[in-house]
């Protein structure tokens, strides 16, 4: 079982920037991918970018690419999300998810097992 807390979201103006953070429970941390994605009221829940953990890969939906960064730092078993340059249209709930790691690229939400509580992110116009 891995449990996963995220933060670091809140209100921000557009061109701003946050940085989210996950932390989970896991001691093997570096076995699991993990993936960020989020949700806006009334759309679907949207993959956003996902980390590899032994071999770090990355992988960006196009709609952030170029803006966002994930990062993880195994010794403290926590994955980031960099987000600048933020849009309006990047507002919703962001939400952290794990998985075994078996070195593929995970960018369906059926893919994870784990999820965490999520994180309001709002950027102002």
């Known amino acids: 079982q891995v449990q996963l807390v995220e933060s670091g979201g809140g209100l921000v103006q557009a061109g701003g920037s946050l940085r989210l953070s996950c932390t989970a429970s896991?001691?093997?941390?570096?076995?699991?991918?993990m993936g960020w994605f989020r949700q806006a009221p009334g759309k679907e829940r949207e993959f956003v970018a996902h980390?590899?953990?032994?071999?770090?890969?990355?992988y960006y939906s196009d709609s952030v690419k170029g803006r966002f960064t994930i990062s993880r730092d195994n010794a403290k078993n926590t994955v980031y999300l960099q987000m600048n340059s933020l849009k309006p249209e990047d507002t919703a709930v962001y939400y952290c998810?794990?998985?075994?790691?078996?070195?593929?690229?995970?960018?369906?939400?059926?893919?994870?097992?784990?999820w965490g509580q999520g994180t309001q992110v709002t950027v102002s116009s």
């Open positions: 896991r001691r093997t941390f570096s076995s699991y991918a």
């Open positions: 998810a794990a998985r075994y790691d078996t070195g593929g690229f995970y960018y369906s939400g059926d893919d994870y097992n784990y």
């Open positions: 980390i590899n953990g032994r071999i770090v890969t990355t």
